[in-house]
């Protein structure tokens, strides 16, 4: 298995654009996870989803954010407007129902806003 | 918020030597687990111990839990420089169904 896959790893974008996100998780988990990581406050939980369905999104910081699932492979999460204050590592993570084991995490794209 | 907090935030040690980092926490918990990032990547999974557990092994990793006390802590044996990395520890809390809350990490860097 290719693991938990992000793209892009590196955005960089301007005040006011709109920047999207996109992660494939692992075949046959039925979790998926966005992460937020900075320096000051560490990483946080924005949004999660289970069988495709958001089911806690209260880590969302604002209405500029919004992240959809239309299918068990993939998954987005859009900023509309992007701040600088957006800058940060944006991590997906999956994992599958009554597994042992813990979340497997994508490489991270790291979103710089100018 | 995070649920965690770690202790210390920063280790350095000589290669060959034990590396301890310590975690507590503030709600009751499913179970805690510890990962590790090294730099500009990803968080990878490294072991998990349930709440109904004391002590875990695994490799050169051994954890403790002292639900008591609401602190963990992750011991590496005979640490290697490819052990240098950042540790976070993450509790998934009783009834919040599934959502990890990690804590603020400890930056571990192991000298040649």
């Known amino acids: 298995d290719a693991g938990v896959i992000q793209s892009p790893r590196h955005e960089v974008t301007e005040m006011g654009q709109e920047v999207t996100l996109r992660c494939k998780p692992i075949?046959?988990?039925?979790?998926l996870f966005w992460y937020r990581q900075t320096m000051m406050r560490g990483l946080e939980l924005l949004i999660y989803f289970n069988n495709n369905v958001p089911i806690d999104d209260s880590g969302m910081p604002e209405d500029r954010f919004s992240a959809k699932m239309p299918n068990a492979s993939f998954s987005t999460l859009k900023i509309q407007p992007s701040e600088p204050r957006d800058s940060a590592v944006y991590f997906c993570?999956?994992?599958?129902?009554?597994?042992?084991?813990?979340?497997?995490f994508g490489s991270g794209t790291r979103l710089t806003v100018v | 918020s995070q649920q965690g907090e770690e202790d210390p935030q920063a280790l350095s040690i000589q290669e060959g030597e034990n590396a301890t980092m310590n975690c507590s926490y503030k709600t009751s918990i499913n179970n805690l687990q510890w990962y590790r990032q090294n730099s500009g990547r990803g968080l990878v999974h490294l072991i998990l111990?349930?709440?109904?557990?004391r002590e875990k092994h695994s490799g050169r990793l051994r954890v403790t839990l002292d639900t008591s006390k609401k602190s963990s802590s992750l011991l590496i044996t005979a640490s290697r420089a490819a052990d240098t990395a950042s540790y976070f520890c993450a509790t998934d809390r009783s009834g919040s169904a599934r959502q990890l809350t990690f804590g603020s990490g400890t930056q571990l860097t192991v000298l040649p």
């Open positions: 993570a999956s994992n599958r129902q009554g597994a042992t084991g813990g979340y497997t």
């Open positions: 111990i349930r709440s109904n557990e």
């Open positions: 075949s046959g988990h039925d979790y």
